[in-house]
Each structure stands twice: as structure tokens, then as C-alpha cells.
DNA sequence: AATGAAATTGACAATCAATATCACTTTCAA
DNA sequence: TTGAAAGTGATATTGATTGTCAATTTCATT
């Protein structure tokens, strides 16, 4: 969205910084994107585009965007991080086929209440959280394919 | 305890595995512990006991008492993994103090249950999960030390 | 439009945790 | 005791990400 390229302009004047073809290219592609993308992902989209823009410039493409609030990174199971608009302001909590790899955001306030009880229980002050629920979606319980799919588990239960 | 110890002798021999010098020096080593370790670490403390011992077969002794079900890998905000004991039985979360990376359990059936509705109402079924409450401990909230300590923030709120 | 200081780029090297390789050593059933 | 199979440790390798640095580009100012 326009709105999104004029924003991240914004944040690069107002931190003195540059407003360069490769990062102009590059947010454009990660905005035109509509699900969580990894840095090598984007990487070859806007390879496509021009070749000479590098993987490198792709990272650091990515941390400006992180640095102006326009995107977020997650960790999940897999090796590589993946990165999300940050458009909807809103706080959100992610579910994930360790399937097909298919990722279902969701916000639940009941939750993220009992959170802070527990936390305030433990004399703990919440600062954020991280909540990834892992199964498997519609489509693929229905095909009873065995395999344990591309995301690997990580020893919760 | 002797206890685990012979249950990982067990798991070693039902798999056709054989009982070595370093994997009971490294089990024993693990199983001494109270919190949660990395390998870095774990390798550390046998190696003050046997120097011959390598950071490798820490690895791979981790790997078996995954697979023998005594210990589970976490990944938290770092970059490396962190093992705990597979003891107590029951499932648990996380509270993790940002800033002296203190680590404290914790159990709730209420949320567990909320995450069920979650994932039905999504048309998932849950195979695991993982929830990760980061903040300041009482400790750390007391001395002002604004830092952000040795766990980086993961882009949630 | 030209200039030039400062920022940016891209190729490559470096890092870091974890895994693979492989020659040598150890285990353990027979 | 023995020998095949498994295990070990030094080292190389991986894969994602970050650092380095010479060459290029941007952009406020001339």
C-alpha cells in the first residue's frame, strides 16, 4: 500500500537515513506480501525484479522496516526467522500446522488476562509473550499422511 | 539420581545403544542440574571432571536423553537451546525474566483450555504448544537498570 | 546542474549453534 | 579373548544472519 511505502519514507527521513531504489524495491515487495515471509523469500521475489539487489540488503531492508513499527519478526520452530506486516496494531497470537505450514493469527483478551495473573503471582511484570499453538489444520487432518511436515516440534506437549 | 541414570541405561540398551564412560559422565552430569542448561554449558561442567570428553558428544548425549524422554529442548529468545529434565511429568510453561534470565515453571489448566477453544474454533487440532511469558522478575525491578538484559525481545507485545 | 560528504550497497568473510565426516577407539555378545 | 558394530573426538560443514570494506549512490548545498 502506498500508505505503508510513505510511512517507511518517513521513518528514513526522520532517522536521517536514505531513500534508495533497493530499499524503495524492497518494501514495496514485502508490503505487496500478504503472509509471513522469510528474508531469503523476499529475497527471490525482488530478485525477480532486479537482480543485482543483494540477500544482504534484504536483511537490512527488513530491520529498518522492524525499526519504523511496519514489521514484525518471529521465531517459530523452523531455523529461519519469518516477518509480518505490522499493520494491524493489534496484538495477535499464532496458530501453526506443523503440517503444511499454514499459520492462523488470533487475539484472545481471556488469555492474555490470565497471563498477567499468573505472571502477577509469580511477582513477575509481563513485558511481552510469545503463545504458538502447533496441530493441524482442516485440510490436513483430513489426508492422513503421517509425516511430521516442515515444521520441526520443540519438546512442548 | 540413580534413578534416571538407569532409566537412560535402559532406553540405551532397548535401543541397541551401549553404555559408555562419557554418555553416563554426561547423563550424570545433566541430571545434577536443577535448571535449565545449554550444551555449551553441560559440556563445561563434565569437562571439569574429564577433559578428553568433546562438546559433540555432549550434543549427541542431549539427543538421547530426548529420545529416552528424560530431558526437553527449549528454545527461547537466544539463539542457542536450553535442556531441562523431563521429570515432573506434566506439561508446563514458561516466565522468563528479561534481564537476569531467571526461569521460573508454571502451570495453567484455564489457559490450556482456552487454547483448545482457540484452536477448534480455528479448525485446528493441537498437537502442542508453546506459551513464553517475558518480564522482570521482583529482582530486577527493584534495581533500575533500565537494560534489556541477556534476552532479546522477539517482536511480540 | 554540479559537488561532495555521508550513507548505502554488494561481494565476501565471519559468526554462532548445531550437525556431518571419518579415522581411530571402545563396547559387549559370543 | 575377540571382532563386528557402535561411539568418540577433531575437524569440516551447514544455514541463517551479521560484520567488513571498497566502490557507488543519495541529496542538501552550492
Redesign the pocket.
Known amino acids: 500500500m502506498q500508505n505503508k511505502q510513505h510511512k517507511f519514507r518517513q521513518h ?2 526522520r ?9 524503495e524495491l ?1 518494501a514495496r515487495a514485502f508490503f505487496a506480501t500478504n503472509t509471513h515471509i ?3 523469500a523476499l529475497y527471490r521475489r525482488v530478485s525477480g525484479r ?1 537482480r ?12 529498518l522496516l522492524k525499526e519504523a513499527g511496519l514489521a514484525h ?1 518471529r ?1 517459530f520452530g ?4 519469518l516477518f509480518e506486516h505490522a499493520s494491524s496494531d493489534r496484538h495477535h497470537d499464532h496458530m501453526i500446522c506443523s503440517h503444511c505450514g499454514k499459520i492462523v493469527e488470533f487475539e484472545n483478551c481471556e488469555i492474555e488476562a490470565l497471563q498477567e495473573e499468573v505472571a502477577r503471582r509469580l511477582g513477575f511484570t509481563i513485558q511481552y509473550h510469545k503463545l504458538e499453538l502447533y496441530g493441524r489444520c482442516k485440510d490436513c487432518r483430513a489426508d492422513a499422511s503421517g509425516g511430521t511436515g516442515r515444521i520441526r516440534a520443540v519438546g512442548a506437549r
Chains 1, 2 share one sequence.
Do not use: N, W
Not at 543485482?52 to 530491520?63: A, D, E, H, P
Open positions: 528514513l527521513v532517522s536521517g537515513l536514505k531513500a534508495t531504489r533497493q530499499r524492497i522469510s528474508a531469503e532486479d543485482r539487489i543483494g540477500l544482504v540488503t534484504v536483511y537490512r531492508t527488513l530491520k519478526e521465531q523452523e531455523g529461519r526467522a
